[in-house]
């Protein structure tokens, strides 16, 4: 099955961005020769290439799998490769409660990433703290206290959809050519 296609279940709800090439190709005898900004070339590919490292802790964990399962897919948007190390991530979903005892190795993992990085923060704990903070003192209320976050996305869970939506709002933000400091100065998008 083509990745482009939309006759699997809930394509026809997210269909693959338009995402034009940010150049022209100028068709020659060898091959062809290309005119762009190299610095559109290099956001287009960044946009399009993001390998998530999956931070799940609780409930939300379970809707980012099935947003990377087959109903959804999110490898079609250029999430393909799930990375279980920080070294080789581009972008961490947070997906869950974070505690006290929790914090420094989510820091830790945030600070192995290499530059640019970029952060989701999914379902109401990871933003807020969730239900969960007002009736203990462990909780960490919201991931924004430990590491700086570039999407939010409400709910409790939030659906797959959301989740889908973020990264394509990522993906934009990438692609607009805003460095990682612009976007921090940005204010956050709320999914």
């Not at 482009?4 to 034009?20: L, M, N, S």
């Not at 505690?99 to 952060?119: E, F, G, I």
């Amino acid at each position: 099955m083509d990745v482009g296609d939309h006759t699997r279940p809930g394509a026809e709800q997210f269909p693959r961005p338009a995402d034009p090439f940010p150049g022209e190709v100028h068709p020659t005898a060898g091959g062809g020769i290309v005119i762009s900004k190299l610095d559109e070339i290099i956001n287009w590919a960044r946009s399009n290439s993001l390998w998530p490292l999956v931070f799940g802790t609780s409930c939300c964990a379970i809707e980012m799998m099935s947003t990377a399962a087959a109903k959804y897919d999110w490898s079609r948007f250029g999430f393909e490769v799930a990375r279980a190390t920080p070294r080789q991530a581009d972008v961490i979903v947070i997906a869950g409660t974070i505690v006290n005892k929790m914090a420094p190795v989510l820091k830790r993992l945030y600070d192995q990433m290499a530059d640019p990085k970029y952060v989701i923060a999914m379902g109401a704990c990871a933003t807020s703290g969730g239900p969960f903070f007002y009736n203990t003192y462990s909780v960490v209320k919201g991931a924004d206290h430990v590491i700086p976050v570039d999407v939010y996305i409400a709910g409790c869970p939030p659906r797959p959809e959301a989740l889908l939506h973020a990264l394509i709002t990522l993906q934009e933000k990438i692609r607009s050519g805003a460095t990682r400091e612009q976007i921090k100065v940005e204010k956050p998008s709320r999914s």
